[in-house]
DNA sequence: GTAAACTAGTTACAAATGAAACCAATGTCA
DNA sequence: TGACATTGGTTTCATTTGTAACTAGTTTAC
């Protein structure tokens, strides 16, 4: 039964939608990977993927990267090291931050989930033609930025 | 600082993940703009939009294609009522469900919000040339499939 | 040098969330 | 018909999340 306003959004073909929809089936079906080999989180495992990147990183350093919110950096942080998966070496020269970076068997951890990460994504991505791979990765830079400044200005908007 | 493993992930090409940060600041932006103009979450918001789209569905119906949790949906029913923004009725052949629709403040509020998400849209997407658009949604496409399957058999990983 | 402003990170609290239990109604199968 | 399984929807409970307040450390400006 369709309506008869003036105005009607199609929310098959609009694009906000089916980008949060397509990246929240993407995060569920990662999230259950991690989770259940490892028995951590997303937010345990993007810190980790950082630090397995990147080596060694402050707190601040891992949510700017990964877009995280402290407050979840530092309880995934937490976690990790009760965990025993991070090693953290104080800063002289800054007390209120602290180095961190994995412990052998935080690179462990790194080094089984990275590979099934990639797996997983070529299952996901593995068909796309590289053309289309282009576009796409064009598309999602231009709108990541466009959508981080509307973010954070907290935009006003067209009525 | 980079590390000395075999196997490095480099997170800023990696797809599921720039899709996932893609879309949380696309989602950011965007709920701002619902929530503060009348008071409604996303979740609500896309309750909205369902009804507004398609008229009249059970709340199962929109769980279903707006790929909601049911008890989310329960939950924003029940917001949206008390708001005066549903109308609720009953189906005399099957008592369990009832038939949603927007009520006369609910289509107002479609009516102002519907126009302003597609500006918004509009500005993140607009720059996009339509051969990228075309292949994004290609791609947005395949990919939604493929996390899909994976999201729901819990697909046994390749290690 | 010191007061005020600022920053990295943690904690407390409240709201949002999902899994599982639950209720009422419907369907199935004998 | 009547037991059993199933389904639409709500509620309960534990967990996750973000906002705001806070602590400790650092920078700025006078």
Do not use: C
Not at 8 to 34: D, H, I, N
Not at 59 to 83: C, E, F, N, P, Y
Not at 122 to 127: A, K, L, S, V
Not at 133 to 148: G, I, K, P, Q, S
């Amino acid at each position: 039964m369709s309506n008869n306003e003036g105005f009607v959004l199609r929310l098959e073909s609009f694009l906000p939608y089916r980008l949060v929809v397509a990246a929240s089936l993407v995060s569920q079906a990662t999230a259950r990977t991690y989770a259940t080999k490892y028995g951590i989180g997303i937010a345990e495992w993007r810190v980790i993927a950082q630090l397995g990147e990147f080596g060694t990183m402050t707190a601040k350093q891992i949510g700017t990267r990964s877009h995280m919110h402290k407050t979840k950096v530092s309880r995934a942080v937490a976690t990790l090291t009760k965990k025993k998966m991070l090693a953290k070496r104080a800063n002289r020269d800054d007390k209120r931050e602290a180095f961190l970076s994995l412990s052998p068997i935080g690179l462990e951890v790194y080094e089984s989930i990275a590979p099934s990460a990639q797996a997983l994504s070529q299952r996901m991505f593995g068909e796309v033609s590289s053309e289309d791979r282009a576009a796409f990765e064009r598309v999602l830079d231009t709108v990541t930025a466009r959508a981080a400044a509307l973010a954070d200005t907290g935009a006003e908007l067209p009525d």
